[in-house]
């Protein structure tokens, strides 16, 4: 298997991390997020033990909440204050990584993106993979101060569903669904009540977890390509990734990025807003 070159724009290894873990201008964080089904409390869970100088990002509260949609992308001033308040600002370099591996922190990877700040990275593996190496975990909160952070939103990594309608119809982007294949086939009913089986017509189907190895990092370049070959994506036109609720969307839009595919957005309100419009066209199987 070939090693992924460490990215501080992306992804970079545990490796990678320890040997930067005292940086000054480091910020790690802890991104865990979990279905809303599972039964687990990501904040308790990071209480209970965290990479060292981890803040906890909570991906509910750091979100839209005059949406009826799950944390949606926050307003700009609101990513503005949370971050200040994390002491997360200009000139840090920030590591994301989640209990789960490689999951919900490519989430906040595309929220920094959305925000105008590239200095993030995925950390590959996460927390599993520190943990399995035997690496430091703490369990007091760091002692934070303030950051000013200046944010210029790139609207272009976003699509809403009028966006996302308008390309299914004329077929000038490869619509990318990261949920598994018995809910993108309709087989299974949502997880979320109320909303339709199914996907957008058009989509192709990568599972977020064919992206990844058995160990929960990501795939070199050629597993990836090949990945998206597979499902008959063609790399040659834009992409529009989506999912459930708009989390694992993000594994591939951080996968396209891996493989230098630029021409990318994710589609925020995902199955948990076109499933629920009887308006717009279900396709199965």
Not at 92 to 109: E, I, K, N, P
Not at 237 to 246: D, F, L, M, Q, V
Request: hydrophobic share 45%; net charge negative.
């Amino acid at each position: 298997m070939t090693v992924f070159p460490d990215d501080p724009k992306t992804l970079v290894s545990t490796d990678w991390l320890a040997a930067h873990l005292k940086d000054p201008d480091l910020r790690v964080l802890d991104a865990s997020w979990h279905m809303p089904d599972a039964g687990r409390d990501a904040q308790a869970d990071y209480a209970a033990g965290h990479i060292p100088g981890a803040r906890f990002f909570d991906i509910d509260e750091i979100s839209d909440l005059r949406s009826d949609l799950p944390h949606m992308a926050p307003p700009v001033e609101k990513f503005i204050s949370r971050m200040r308040a994390m002491g997360v600002g200009d000139g840090h370099q920030v590591v994301v990584y989640d209990t789960a591996g490689l999951f919900s922190a490519a989430r906040v990877w595309w929220l920094f993106r959305l925000m105008g700040k590239t200095d993030v990275a995925v950390l590959d593996g996460g927390l599993p993979k520190w943990r399995a190496e035997g690496r430091e975990i703490e369990d007091m909160p760091p002692m934070v101060r303030d950051r000013h952070i200046t944010v210029s939103r790139q609207a272009g990594l976003v699509k809403d569903v009028t966006q996302v309608a308008h390309a299914s119809k004329l077929g000038q982007a490869e619509i990318i669904d990261a949920r598994s294949a018995p809910r993108f086939k309709g087989e299974v009913a949502e997880p979320r009540p109320g909303l339709r089986s199914g996907h957008i017509p058009g989509s192709k189907n990568v599972p977020f977890g064919e992206v990844l190895n058995a160990d929960g990092t990501m795939k070199d370049v050629a597993g990836l390509r090949a990945t998206f070959a597979a499902a008959g994506v063609d790399l040659g036109k834009p992409a529009i990734t989506t999912c459930g609720s708009g989390i694992t969307a993000a594994v591939l839009a951080l996968a396209l990025e891996r493989i230098g595919h630029r021409n990318w957005a994710l589609y925020d309100g995902s199955w948990a807003e076109w499933g629920m419009y009887d308006d717009l066209k279900v396709a199965k199987g």
